[in-house]
């Protein structure tokens, strides 16, 4: 058996800190980075985006945000493979978006 000790700055009161809480707000912080910035990353790569001149960068985040939105509104639970169907046959696409 091991323990393990993490410390960390928090705004919270002693009452409030306590370890199960604040499990949650990191597992909530990891929840969101990997709902949103590890798609972002790995599926959309937008590190690799060359779109870097005047309202280009935030349109295509809009975009890829909007994109991420409409396959998890219609129940897509793994992105990328989504993407590369969708990217296989446009029919499909149409079809499981309603059309």
């Not at 985006?49 to 295509?60: A, D």
């Amino acid at each position: 058996i091991r323990d393990d000790y993490a410390f960390g700055p928090t705004s919270l009161t002693p009452d409030r800190a306590t370890p199960k809480n604040l499990l949650g707000l990191v597992r909530g912080h990891w929840e969101i980075e990997n709902r949103n910035h590890h798609v972002r990353d790995a599926t959309f790569h937008e590190d690799l985006s060359q779109v870097r001149t005047q309202n280009g960068p935030c349109r295509m985040a809009i975009l890829r945000e909007l994109a991420m939105s409409i396959l998890r509104l219609t129940g897509v639970k793994n992105i990328a493979k989504a993407c590369r169907d969708f990217a296989a046959s446009a029919s499909n696409t149409l079809r499981r978006l309603g059309y």
